[in-house]
């Protein structure tokens, strides 16, 4: 499955953004669908995944209540809702497929980033 993420760019603090990602190549189907972040000189980190088949969400603690991930069946995307956003939010955004969790590890497939800054 190849994956497309979009959405990224410039906003102030306490503003919104909104990514997606769009899958081809096949459906989501039972996949996870994850979104992670990485800022310049940090890990990639766990922001986000939604199961694709019953809707199950994870969230890093860092983000809950200000991120929401979703997805639409009909365009096969899943989106990252990103309100009230900081500083610290600043980071290429990717989006990837595979298991349920929080690990990179369970991922098989990673989309391009789209990068996220936000300025205070």
């Known amino acids: 499955v190849q994956l497309q993420a979009s959405g990224g760019g410039l906003v102030q603090a306490g503003g919104s953004l909104r990514l997606s990602c769009a899958a081809s190549g096949r459906t989501f189907s039972t996949y996870t669908v994850g979104w992670f972040r990485q800022a310049p000189g940090k890990e990639r980190e766990f922001v986000a995944a939604?199961?694709?088949?019953?809707?199950?969400?994870l969230y890093a603690d860092s983000v809950k209540g200000r991120f929401t991930v979703s997805r639409e069946y009909a365009k096969n995307t899943v989106y990252l809702q990103m309100d009230s956003l900081k500083p610290g939010d600043s980071a290429v955004y990717y989006c990837?497929?595979?298991?349920?969790?929080?690990?990179?590890?369970?991922?098989?497939?990673w989309g391009q980033g789209t990068l996220v800054t936000v300025s205070s």
């Open positions: 990837a497929a595979g298991g349920y969790g929080s690990s990179p590890v369970v991922y098989d497939y």
């Open positions: 939604i199961r694709w088949s019953g809707g199950s969400t």
